[in-house]
DNA sequence: TACAGATTAGGACAAATGTCCTAATCTGTA
DNA sequence: TACAGATTAGGACATTTGTCCTAATCTGTA
């Protein structure tokens, strides 16, 4: 079964909204990519804010299905923890060129002031909500979510750091350093 | 002695490429906060990114002028690191709507791979040298632009997620962890 | 085969954008 | 006062943008 068009554009958009940003996406960039005419978009999609729903759509159910996969695949909450951790070296090239795809999004649609930048902060809840998760599971009831804003800051705020300087060694350093803080977190 | 329209486009334009970002902010949006014509900015710039080029320029200068303000003001490094992270606070508000100006600017450009992005990125080495020699003058020689970098960082994501999540209160309570762990970090 | 509905191509459209040009006005100096 | 240079207003310009329309083509069904 192929993919169908609309599938092809939401993840041509989503791709090409990481790398250079929704507003500076035009049509004509989703339309060279899946070489399609430009005005047949809108028998997909209603406007470009539609396709942006659509692709924070798909970043959520990609989220979730990672978190999922990790829940059967880790019988450990520490564990989970530092997978999300990891997750920053796996993707450290993609970081350096281009930031975290759910933080710029964040940060680039509260200036817009866009109709979806609830939406998109809802995508960054997933995250916070299964770290949370995670942390009442390890016996931290109490102090969860703090600890998974902890986890989720750092890590947005290395992206930033990384992007900017260009750097991934740093990367590596500062994620050390959060899993040793995660061990002592967990250790009392 | 009055500010010269040249200064005010400036200003105009710093505080509007905080509020909206760069992309998002057109020459209409500043002609009507300076009340200029719009055809008459080529006569003081010669192009957008020129007027972005003078903003990090005032921006590299105000934040000099205040870490210098900083050095003369606070005999402790210690303490002038506290003031650092204080800033969080000061700014939560402006935080919660816009995030952090030097950070979100440097996510904007290297999403648009612009011209000015290294220009930027010196406005965040600005704070990543000056925290280093902080930690200098602290004690901590050889692993000062570590530990500078480690401030950075999370003052960044405290940005990006205070933002995001619309949350001042957040803000106050990772100020404090960061405090906690700068007393941690210098103690040893 | 015939036909209805889905899909697509191609282009029209107004609005907005950055850029540039020219004529008017202001300002300081001789 | 007279005049040169700085400053400004206003609009022209080509390009790009998101949006929309229509005619052509494809696809599955009767």
């Not at 791709?15 to 005005?39: C, M, N, P, Q, W």
């Not at 209603?46 to 059967?72: C, G, H, P, Y």
């Not at 993707?91 to 509260?110: D, I, Q």
């Amino acid at each position: 079964m192929e993919k169908t068009t609309r599938t092809q554009i939401i993840e041509s958009a989503d791709e090409l909204f990481y790398h250079r940003g929704f507003e500076h996406t035009s049509f004509a960039h989703i339309a060279d990519e899946v070489k399609i005419s430009r005005g047949n978009f809108y028998h997909h999609f209603k406007s470009k804010d539609e396709i942006l729903e659509s692709v924070i759509e798909l970043r959520l159910e990609r989220a979730k299905q990672m978190l999922d996969a990790w829940q059967t695949q880790e019988t450990n909450p520490t564990d989970r923890i530092r997978l999300f951790i990891q997750m920053l070296i796996m993707n450290k090239s993609k970081l350096k060129l281009y930031g975290c795809p759910v933080g710029t999004l964040c940060s680039e649609l509260a200036k817009l002031d866009h109709v979806s930048k609830k939406q998109a902060g809802k995508l960054m809840g997933t995250y916070r909500d299964w770290l949370a998760r995670q942390f009442i599971g390890a016996g931290c009831k109490k102090n969860a979510d703090e600890l998974a804003m902890h986890v989720l800051a750092h890590s947005q705020g290395i992206a930033v750091l990384a992007n900017t300087f260009q750097d991934e060694a740093f990367i590596k350093h500062e994620v050390r350093q959060m899993e040793k803080w995660l061990d002592e977190a967990l250790g009392k």
